[in-house]
């Protein structure tokens, strides 16, 4: 299995059974096609989209601890593109599915507005996906689609796992 289909397997499908959900697709949100495809896939099942939880996020660890200066040019981009843009690449699928308005939000973080040591480019990934949100809400307000970016503080998660020095 390929990490993502093996974190589906081992995390998400236990919790989707929990809750009684029948519809979970892998996808891999730098992906046109994959995107296209589950949101079609969305479509046929639902016919529309109410909300949309964009809780994506992803840099590679060496470009999160060590000096900001050394962060690599691929990984600023990997760490943009699926952590940021990705929010734009699944907002412009669920528009159109959001015939009777909605919601769309994503998670940040503190550390988009002020310096959190060993955060690094998913810093600055955060505060791209914030300006991201104001963008999308001016875009799709008119049509009642709400957009907003919440920031509950740190979560003891997998993902907060992976930055260095991290405690909870």
């Given at each position: 299995l ?11 499908m ?6 009684g ?10 992906q046109d ?9 969305v479509r046929?099942?639902y ?9 994506i996020a992803?840099?590679n ?6 000096r ?9 981009k990997l760490a ?16 159109p599915?959001?015939?009777?308005g909605g919601?769309?939000m994503?998670?940040?973080y ?6 959190m ?7 600055v990934?955060?505060a791209a996906?914030?300006?991201?949100t104001k963008?999308?809400?001016?875009d799709?307000g008119p049509?009642?689609?709400?957009v907003?970016a919440i920031s509950?503080?740190?979560i003891?998660?997998l993902?907060a796992?992976?930055?260095?020095g991290i405690?909870m």
């Open positions: 390929s990490y993502g289909a093996e974190v589906l397997e081992k995390r998400v236990p919790l989707a059974a929990e809750i959900c029948d519809f979970v697709e892998l996808c891999d949100a730098s096609e994959q995107l296209d495809a589950v949101f079609e896939k046929q099942k016919g529309r989209i109410d909300t949309l939880v964009h809780s992803f840099a660890r060496e470009d999160m601890g060590g900001f200066i050394d962060i690599s040019r691929d990984g600023f943009l593109d699926i952590s940021a843009y990705s929010l734009i690449a699944m907002a412009k699928r669920a528009e599915l959001m015939t009777e919601s769309i994503s998670l940040s503190y550390a988009a507005e002020k310096v040591p060993k955060y690094h480019v998913m810093a990934a955060k996906l914030e300006t991201i963008y999308l809400a001016n799709l049509k009642g689609i709400r907003n509950a503080g740190p003891k998660t993902a796992a992976g930055v260095p405690r």
